[in-house]
């Protein structure tokens, strides 16, 4: 088996972002949702709510990101500074401390999204426990729903897709890794995986919500509901619709598509 694809998504519910290479970090690869878009109350706001979300271009670089959207001028937004303001966001049940990002961020999504909201990053002193019945005391993750990192056979996608009458890109399921190289939903028998020289415990399947159902290049619903009702007819377990798996590094390095993947237990 094989490592075959790479992606990060800086702000959550954005476009999805290949890279060849990533940096594994304690709260997922570096660079993957740590910025956040909230409403006037600091809610969270996601593709389920949004589904233009999903042609948002952002870019990371060294001193924040980029931002580029369709009919919209591209914006540079610094990271906050250590004097930045703090908002309280909610993300589900989780109340986070996060830096709040410049006036001029909050105007340019406002002014494309067509309504009041703002952008806030997780900076090192915004810190979100991955949920302790799944995990271990220290574990962090990002503004992601619920672990660091999200894990998908290749396999599961095609045999997927051969039921479908259009096929749908991996992308719609927002996942940080693609493997190859195993049958479908091989992964929902792993309990800890080696990718490279990172080892991985694999935490739980991932339920799957409406947000399949948006279109990537459109950024609106499939009117068809698919792939979720195709998914329903034979993914649907107690938990509700499962595809895909949510791991948890065990170290730090860097993955590179085409590392091997060893499963370990």
Partial sequence: MRLSALYIHPVKSCASLALDEAEVRPRGLAHDRRWLIVDATGRFLTGRQLPALVRLRATPRADGLTLDAPDMPT??????????????????????????????????????????VRLVHMDP?????????????????????????????????????????????????????????????????WRRIRIGAVEFDVSRQCVRCVFTTVDTERGAPDPSGEPLNTLKGYRRGDSGVTFGVHLIARGGGTLRVGDAVTVLA
């Fill in 75 to 116: 914006l540079h937004v610094p990271h906050p500074p250590a004097d930045a303001p703090r908002v309280q966001v909610q993300v589900w049940k989780d109340s986070v401390d996060a830096a709040l990002a410049d006036a001029a961020a909050a105007h340019w999504l406002t002014q494309w999204l067509g309504r009041p």
């Fill in 125 to 189: 002193g915004a810190r979100r426990p991955v949920r302790p019945d799944l995990s271990r005391p220290g574990d962090l993750v990002s503004f992601a729903d619920s672990f660091p990192l999200l894990a998908l056979s290749q396999s599961a996608l095609d045999q997927l897709n051969a039921k479908l009458a259009t096929p749908v890109p991996i992308t719609r399921f927002r996942p940080n890794l693609v493997i190859d190289g195993c049958g479908p939903h091989a992964e929902d028998g």
